[in-house]
């Protein structure tokens, strides 16, 4: 029987060709917005490796003053805020603090010379507390504590992917990395650290200490502070007006990762939810043109249903004809649609994982058979209905 | 000849009501999309107050040092842009203003929040502000740190109530500095990136620091040319400008080139939204995508009304018989049917320019971007005459040249494979 409706159809090829093109690029357009779609999920879904409700950031704009006295009077900032009964820890960041909206993008590798370099890998500098306001979980080693303080080689804590990438097969603790032309020594791992947010990718990151006794502004100077779950507006005020008492003349900006992270995801979907929108748009459109060249087919051949029926077929058997043929319409129409989107994972476009693509085919390919099944289960009871007397009569 | 034709095609809408309603769902929904699309890209890059002279205006917001294994991209300084921008000679006018900030006042016991930009009052020349009374301040008081400033319609009303008679009002921020109100301007678009702000102020009263010599800051330039000829020789006086800075070695070790570039508003939105800091503005890129897009896009909705003209044509195959039986050429029909499908496409489209504005109506009152007022205006207009005369002429020819090889003697025999 199938192979009865794939020759029925091959033969009428020239007549189903616009139909086939039609479900091919509503294929092709389902398979591009389905693979977005998948890929931002699968990044929301993996975890981001540490802790952000409750996190606030404090940005410090010091203006004109003078370099030397802006990290002395930042130290007298953080002991303030420290002070505070609502607040919980306290730590200064390089500015790319998650969901900030900025990023660092290096090369990583082993040694300075640099073998096994890993491109891209998100780098923070950051100081001990850190750990305690991010709740950041160790896999192996340590955090940064008061033993580097002797340190000669600044240490790191690097996510485990990059630890693999760089010393495939061995543990990565104890080892030199160069990053930018220095030299980092390796203390801990740490699972991730996808400080771009929920949506983005994650990357590999790097963690560098920032010591107490660094006095370079530009390295951090942004403050990252975790506050009792009972903080709130007034708490902000406060903060805002102690901030300024002892900075005087600087500019203060208080957020709370939480709006950023709002807003962020905000930016990101806003277009995503547009592209979604006139995705929709097509696929109705198809299906209704789809409807109503089922529906005219089945006009014009009610002598040959006709036929069928006095031969004794019975509806059921006519209505699943008809359903049939519209899938292996479609079957053809998505054999060319997969032929094109198998080129994405063969040649690795953008980069994006096979399996991103492989789910975006299946959901897409489900999409347009379920659409063409029910364009074509009106046409094909209204087949299904037609009386062989009548219609054969009408010849 | 056209008024039966136009007749005929009146008739045939009316029968199969069915097909109709497709075929108009498709063109009107597909024309509002992309008429709601360009009204986005108009409203952004198109010339719109302030950006009124857009073709003389240059925009320069990205530095970036750069050497082909690391950069830094951040916005210029103020001292950066002072030094080698603002000395130059064939622009007419040079402005130097920071990018968005914000500024916190309280109105009674609530707190503002407002967007809030530093310029120097070139910037008042450059561009062209709608003021709805007072003025911008001077190139005097901008010397002097005056402590004035010029605010929009909605800041006016939020802080005094009223938008008229608020000249000479203090204006207290958070960090007890007293402003005066110069000048209110009629609202300024958030998407218009360079040049919207609810409060504007002095950049001699910021803290920004002028003496700093570090290249990276948080300002911004803008240029007018004299003529919209003069576009590409500013571009070529900027590029040696930049070239004769020295490389802030001191800083940056690793740094083999400063990378700055002045473009048109387009090249300046489409650099930073594609990332693109190089010496290429991707300009050409962004146009091919989006001519690419736009045709894809149109695609399927045209094939859809292929499909459906065929069917139509078959519905009518009889009539088209006795049409050949009687002698008429196979141009006539082509004609005939050109004529009904661009009628209809025509109907399509007025339904779809009065979606666009449905749908650009509520995206203003969404307020997803602030201060934003989408409309349909005349360059939005021809662009949808054009889409839809495409649109009905791609989605015509072929089944019109279908119609005119119908074999009459099988199509009046009723036969589905006449065609």
Redesign the interface.
């Known amino acids: 029987m199938i192979r009865h409706l794939f020759t029925l159809i091959w033969n009428r090829r020239r ?1 189903n060709i ?2 086939i ?2 479900i091919f ?2 294929f092709v ?1 389902l398979f591009v917005v389905g693979s977005l779609l998948v890929y931002h999920a699968h990044n929301y879904r993996t975890p981001l490796g540490f802790g952000y409700t409750q996190v606030w950031r404090i940005n410090l ?4 003053l003078p370099e030397a006295s802006r990290v002395p009077t930042l130290r007298q900032v953080m002991a303030r805020l420290r002070a505070m009964p609502e607040v919980v820890a306290v730590g200064r960041a390089s500015g790319n603090t998650p969901f900030s909206g900025s990023t660092n993008g ?2 990583v590798g082993v040694g300075k010379e640099g073998n096994n370099i890993m491109g891209s890998v998100s780098g923070h500098l950051v100081e001990e507390d850190l750990r305690e306001v991010l709740e950041l979980p160790l896999v192996a080693g340590r955090w940064f504590d008061k033993r580097d303080d002797a340190a000669t080689v600044r240490p790191a804590v690097i996510s485990r992917d990059l630890g693999e990438a760089l010393f495939p097969g061995q543990s990565a603790l104890g080892k030199i990395v160069g990053r ?2 220095e030299e980092l020594r390796v203390v801990g791992l740490i699972e991730r650290f996808r400080a771009d947010g929920d949506l983005e990718e994650a990357r590999p990151a790097i963690l560098m200490r920032v010591s107490p006794q660094d006095t370079v502004w530009g390295e951090a100077p942004v403050i990252l502070l975790r506050v009792r779950p009972r903080a709130d507006a007034a708490l902000e005020r406060q903060m ?1 007006r102690e901030i ?1 008492n002892i900075a005087k ?3 203060v ?1 208080i957020t709370t990762l939480s709006e950023q992270r709002a807003a962020q995801l905000k930016r990101t979907l ?1 277009p995503i939810v547009a592209l979604v929108i ?1 995705c929709l ?2 696929v109705v ?2 299906a ?2 789809l ?3 089922l ?3 089945i ?3 009610r002598a040959e249903i006709g036929v069928r029926r006095a031969m004794g077929a019975t509806a059921g058997a006519i209505s699943w004809q008809i359903v049939g043929e519209i899938l292996v319409v479609a079957t053809f129409g998505l054999a060319l649609g997969l032929l094109v989107a198998a080129q994405f994972p063969l040649l690795g476009v953008f980069n994006v994982q096979a399996g991103v693509y492989g789910t975006a085919m299946l959901l897409a390919v489900g999409m347009i058979y379920l659409l063409t099944a029910l364009c074509a289960l009106y046409p094909s009871r209204l087949a299904a209905g037609i009386h062989p007397a009548v219609a054969l009569r009408e010849e | 000849m056209l008024l039966s034709y136009l007749k005929i095609a009146w008739k045939v809408l009316l029968r199969r009501k069915f097909f109709t309603f497709i075929s108009l769902f498709g063109i009107s929904f597909t024309l509002m999309i992309l008429l709601v699309v360009y009204a986005m890209y108009d409203h952004t890059v198109g010339p719109h107050t302030p950006e009124k002279r857009v073709d003389r205006l240059l925009f320069t917001s990205t530095i970036s040092i750069w050497s082909p294994n690391t950069s830094n991209i951040s916005s210029p300084s103020y001292s950066f842009l002072e030094r080698y921008i603002r000395p130059l000679r064939t622009p007419e006018k040079v402005s130097i203003s920071t990018g968005r900030g914000s500024v916190v006042t309280y109105v009674g016991n609530t707190k503002l929040k407002l967007d809030q930009k530093y310029t120097d009052a070139e910037f008042w020349q450059v561009l062209d502000f709608e003021f709805i009374e007072g003025r911008p301040y001077s190139l005097a008081e901008v010397a002097a740190a005056a402590r004035v400033l010029v605010i929009n319609e909605s800041t006016a009303r939020n802080c005094f109530g009223t938008a008229r008679g608020v000249l000479g009002r203090a204006f207290v921020t958070d960090d007890n500095m007293h402003y005066r109100v110069v000048g209110v301007v009629r609202d300024v678009p958030a998407a218009r990136t360079y040049t919207y702000a609810e409060v504007w102020m002095p950049i001699t009263t910021s803290t920004e620091d002028i003496h700093n010599a570090e290249y990276m800051g948080s300002c911004m330039a803008i240029m007018l040319a004299r003529r919209p000829e003069d576009v590409p020789a500013i571009q070529r006086e900027f590029a040696q400008a930049v070239a004769r800075a020295p490389l802030p070695t001191n800083v940056y070790k690793w740094v083999k080139e400063v990378r700055l570039y002045a473009g048109t508003l387009l090249a300046t939105v489409v650099r930073e939204e594609l990332d693109e800091y190089g010496p290429n503005d991707g300009v050409a890129r962004f146009q091919q995508l989006g001519a690419g897009l736009a045709l894809l896009f149109m695609l399927l909705p045209a094939l859809n009304l292929v499909n459906i003209n065929i069917s139509r044509i078959l519905d009518r195959s009889s009539e088209i018989g006795v049409r050949k039986a009687f002698g008429a050429t196979g141009g006539a029909l082509i004609g005939q049917f050109l004529v009904e499908n661009v009628f209809l496409t025509l109907l399509g489209g007025l339904l779809g320019l009065a979606l666009a504005a449905g749908a650009l109506h509520l995206l203003n009152f969404s307020g997803l971007i602030a201060y934003t007022q989408f409309g349909i205006n005349g360059r939005v207009f021809g662009v949808a005459l054009t889409a839809i005369l495409f649109f009905g002429l791609l989605s015509g020819v072929y089944p019109a040249y279908k119609m005119s090889r119908l074999n009459p003697v099988k199509a009046l025999k009723g036969d589905q494979n006449a065609l």
């Open positions: 007549a616009l139909l093109t039609e690029l509503a357009v704009d010091p203006g004109a290096s090369d930018n032309g805002n300024l003349g600087w500019s900006g806003t006139v748009f097509l459109n198809v209704l043109g409807f109503g060249v529906w005219q087919t006009q014009q051949r």
